[in-house]
């Protein structure tokens, strides 16, 4: 079972220090305390937070990406990218299940799309959008 610091957790979910110690307090997010008193996060509390509030996949460290709105967003990663002219095809893998998105080729080289990429299809009425995670 991983730790994490306050500190690291708020980071990683993109909120403020004194954010994350309000929803201790409030019970939003679980916590356990050390021997000397400190909290600690688990890693699956941090990624059940990070699902119910909509932010990027904890597994994703470092600076987060662009915030959208969207929330049908199907995280997976690429299986295959075939480009043609102006447009490519790039399909994901979601859990097993393949979703196929037609979008411009500079996006593609854009984002670095290429198989074993994580990434996520936003879905939106009949348009699918993918965006690098």
Same mark, same amino acid.
């Given at each position: 079972m991983e730790l994490v610091r306050p500190a690291d957790a708020a980071r990683e979910l993109g909120i403020s220090y004194p954010t994350l110690k309000q929803w201790i307090y409030r019970g939003r997010l679980n916590s356990v305390r050390t021997p000397g008193g400190h909290h600690r996060? $688990? $890693?699956?509390?941090?990624? $059940?937070?990070?699902a119910e509030s909509g932010r990027p996949d904890s597994e994703r460290r470092g600076p987060r990406p662009m915030a959208i709105s969207g929330r049908n967003k199907l995280r997976g990663a690429v299986v295959g990218v075939r480009s043609d002219g102006l447009l490519a095809e790039v399909r994901l893998d979601v859990n097993g299940q393949i979703? &196929?998105?037609?979008? &411009?080729?500079?996006?593609?080289?854009? @984002? =670095? @799309? $290429?198989? =074993?990429?994580?990434?996520a299809a936003l879905v939106k009425a009949t348009e699918v959008m993918v965006i690098r995670e």
């Open positions: 996060i $688990r $890693r699956d509390e941090i990624e $059940r937070v990070a979703i &196929t998105a037609i979008i &411009t080729r500079s996006a593609v080289e854009d @984002l =670095g @799309l $290429r198989p =074993g990429v994580r990434a």
